[in-house]
């Protein structure tokens, strides 16, 4: 009897232990909750052309409100917003702040008010997605609606030559379908979607938008381990720029970024009641050339970036 009962405690007391060890980590949000993310990043980005050094500090805090509408056995539909958008640049002693909370100025000479009210009108329509259980953005149902009210007042920028067509190439790549996605997966894809056990690993794949770059950034995630309603999962990402990545196009002038590679690490706690981000720590380094062509002109530019980010949920 005694023995018996032993083995019973002990394949209870294994259980136990199984059940600390294993997890489903996919999105479970509760319906109409309102969900607050922010996140908050430095980074230097260091240039040498014709042998100067030139350094560009930038800062960036943007915060994200997702609300679960419904829900079906394949995906989630939810309501995002970008509740503020905040850009602070240094650059060769030139400071520049686009943010959202200005309602700025579309008419303005300055591309700082200009890229403000563009974040404004931004910051103030909700999008409508489907998101799978992983987090991943499968459609924004009303980015093109988005986009084109957006896209509307660039007919009222004043700024010409190539400020002017820089600044319009910029807003239209920044309301793109894909870009829309990518800022609201920074805060949403890291989850396998499924149970996992502590020592399992998943991979996750995105194309990601940085100052016009397009970069590939394949992500593995390792659950380190569960404790209470937290998950501890670091992860490495290599990045690399995309097959498909086309050059920028500034005036006259085209810039290539063939070769740039890097690679990110972070340490993250998700909440595996909801699947989403408890804080999310990270460090990246990308370096590479930058080839400038224009008429009469063409040069390599050697780019080093190094940055640090932070994602918090807020109370």
Same mark, same amino acid.
């Given at each position: 009897?005694?023995?018996?009962?032993?083995?019973?405690?002990?394949?209870?007391?294994?259980?136990?232990?199984?059940?600390?060890?294993?997890?489903?980590?996919?999105?479970?949000?509760?319906?109409?909750?309102?969900?607050?993310?922010?996140?908050?990043?430095?980074?230097?980005?260091?240039?040498?052309?014709?042998?100067?050094?030139?350094?560009?500090?930038?800062?960036?805090?943007?915060?994200?409100?997702?609300?679960?509408?419904?829900?079906?056995?394949?995906?989630?539909?939810?309501?995002?917003?970008? !509740?503020?958008?905040?850009?602070?640049?240094?650059?060769?002693?030139?400071?520049?702040?686009?943010?959202?909370?200005?309602?700025?100025?579309?008419?303005?000479?300055?591309?700082?008010?200009?890229?403000?009210?563009?974040?404004?009108?931004?910051?103030?329509?909700?999008?409508?997605?489907?998101?799978?259980?992983?987090?991943?953005?499968?459609?924004?149902?009303?980015?093109?609606?988005?986009?084109?009210?957006?896209?509307? !007042?660039?007919?009222?920028?004043?700024?010409?030559?190539?400020?002017?067509?820089?600044?319009?190439?910029?807003?239209?790549?920044?309301?793109?379908?894909?870009?829309?996605?990518?800022?609201?997966?920074?805060?949403?894809?890291?989850?396998?979607?499924?149970?996992?056990?502590?020592?399992?690993?998943?991979?996750?794949? #995105?194309?990601?938008?940085?100052?016009?770059?397009?970069?590939?950034?394949?992500?593995?995630?390792?659950? !380190?381990?569960?404790?209470?309603?937290?998950?501890? #999962?670091?992860?490495?990402?290599?990045?690399?720029?995309?097959?498909?990545?086309?050059? #920028?196009?500034?005036?006259?002038?085209?810039?290539?970024?063939?070769?740039?590679?890097? #690679?990110?690490?972070?340490?993250?706690?998700?909440?595996?009641?909801?699947?989403?981000?408890?804080? !999310?720590?990270?460090?990246?380094?990308?370096?590479?050339?930058?080839?400038?062509?224009?008429?009469?002109?063409?040069?390599?530019?050697?780019?080093?970036?190094?940055?640090?980010?932070?994602?918090?949920?807020?109370?």
């Amino acid at each position: 009897m005694k023995k018996i009962l032993l083995s019973c405690v002990t394949v209870l007391f294994c259980i136990s232990i199984m059940a600390q060890n294993s997890v489903s980590l996919k999105m479970n949000l509760e319906k109409n909750k309102v969900y607050r993310l922010s996140s908050s990043s430095e980074q230097t980005i260091t240039q040498t052309i014709n042998g100067n050094q030139q350094t560009t500090d930038s800062k960036t805090n943007n915060t994200i409100s997702i609300k679960m509408i419904d829900a079906t056995a394949d995906f989630i539909i939810a309501e995002v917003r970008f !509740d503020t958008i905040i850009y602070n640049t240094n650059s060769m002693g030139k400071t520049t702040i686009v943010s959202s909370v200005s309602e700025g100025n579309i008419k303005s000479a300055e591309t700082a008010d200009v890229m403000s009210y563009i974040m404004n009108r931004l910051s103030k329509n909700a999008l409508y997605i489907k998101m799978d259980f992983a987090g991943k953005v499968l459609e924004i149902v009303n980015s093109k609606m988005v986009s084109d009210v957006i896209m509307k !007042d660039t007919s009222s920028i004043t700024l010409t030559g190539p400020i002017g067509s820089g600044v319009k190439s910029q807003i239209k790549n920044l309301t793109s379908d894909n870009t829309l996605k990518t800022m609201i997966e920074m805060f949403t894809y890291y989850l396998p979607g499924k149970q996992v056990s502590t020592g399992d690993n998943w991979n996750v794949t #995105i194309q990601t938008n940085s100052g016009g770059m397009a970069l590939d950034v394949i992500t593995s995630y390792h659950l !380190d381990k569960v404790k209470g309603d937290d998950a501890i #999962i670091t992860a490495e990402s290599d990045i690399k720029t995309a097959v498909n990545a086309e050059p #920028i196009v500034a005036g006259s002038a085209k810039i290539t970024y063939d070769d740039l590679k890097g #690679i990110n690490k972070s340490n993250m706690v998700i909440d595996t009641r909801t699947g989403l981000v408890v804080e !999310d720590k990270a460090k990246t380094h990308i370096a590479g050339n930058l080839g400038i062509n224009a008429p009469g002109m063409s040069m390599q530019i050697p780019m080093d970036i190094n940055g640090e980010s932070k994602v918090i949920a807020l109370q």
